[in-house]
């Protein structure tokens, strides 16, 4: 059991990095503050005059401070309890739009 392939302690036990299952107040900070960084984006296009099937289909989206906190921090999932799991267990989750949900849920 002794060398340089001895099992680690991480190893043993199982993933190294591991999900916390809530987002702290930092991380819920950081997400206010991308999506109004996105808003502001789409609103710098808009006012440049620019037309696009992409800037339209953005325009149609709630705003930062249109959206509830569960849809800010929360998305839908079949699989999860209560169908919604939080933001942060989304792979790729700080690059991805996900203003909308099903209505209901």
């Not at 503050?33 to 296009?45: H, W």
């Not at 991805?96 to 209901?104: C, F």
Request: aromatic share 8%; hydrophobic share 35%.
């Amino acid at each position: 059991m002794f060398g340089a392939f001895r099992p680690s302690q991480p190893s043993m036990i199982g993933l190294l990095w591991k999900t916390p299952w809530k987002l702290s107040r930092t991380r819920k900070a950081n997400v206010r503050a991308r999506l109004k960084q996105v808003d502001s984006v789409i609103q710098a296009v808009k006012d440049s005059g620019v037309q696009c099937a992409a800037l339209t289909k953005a325009l149609e989206l709630p705003k930062e401070n249109e959206m509830p906190p569960r849809d800010k921090y929360t998305v839908f999932s079949r699989h999860a309890k209560g169908y919604r799991k939080g933001i942060h267990k989304v792979p790729k989750w700080t690059r991805l739009t996900l203003r909308t949900n099903p209505k209901g849920f």
